[in-house]
């Protein structure tokens, strides 16, 4: 059975402050408390696997594990419902750390598109410094503002890699 610390106060997994990680343990008597709030739940998990992957749909790429840290990536689950680019820019605006923004890579993200016969276009903004376009993209549908269906009435929303510059979620630009 495998344990994780929860916050009393939250309800939630237990992480420190200005910390997206989580705190979990392959045996109870390897925990140490970290917070007079932490508490150490038991669960019915037995698979280091399927124990990954409520971590990772939880939202967590990397923690502690028996106090060792400890990286999530998609072969460490069984399966997964959250696109990772997601997760990393979540946490990004959760902590402000920049490590976040390095783990999102330019596949999996999301924009609109409209085709032409042979010629396909996609949203696209001049990037003031470099005189350069990029490609709007997003790292999930929900994300994608709904003044820009509102511009783009007619276009498709597709998930796909690029090869271009994206500005993603508005935010940053992808080399």
């Not at 280091?48 to 106090?67: P, Q, S, V």
């Not at 399966?79 to 490590?99: H, M, S, V």
Request: aromatic letters at 14%; one cysteine or more; charged letters at 30%.
């Amino acid at each position: 059975m495998f344990c994780i610390l929860r916050d009393v106060n939250t309800k939630s997994y237990y992480m420190n402050a200005g910390d997206v990680a989580f705190h979990a343990y392959s045996d109870p008597s390897l925990a140490e408390r970290t917070s007079k709030n932490a508490r150490l739940i038991e669960t019915d998990i037995d698979d280091i696997k399927e124990f990954n992957t409520m971590l990772y749909n939880a939202g967590f790429l990397r923690g502690y594990m028996d106090g060792e840290p400890k990286k999530l990536s998609k072969s460490d689950v069984y399966y997964y419902n959250r696109n990772p680019n997601d997760i990393a820019f979540a946490q990004w605006k959760l902590t402000g750390d920049e490590r976040y923004l390095e783990m999102i890579r330019k596949n999996n993200l999301y924009t609109l598109c409209k085709v032409d016969g042979e010629s396909i276009y996609f949203p696209t903004v001049l990037l003031q410094e470099e005189e350069e376009t990029a490609v709007l993209a997003y790292t999930d549908p929900l994300r994608i503002p709904k003044e820009l269906f509102d511009k783009y009435d007619g276009w498709r929303m597709v998930r796909m890699t690029f090869d271009a510059r994206c500005v993603v979620n508005g935010a940053f630009v992808t080399q």
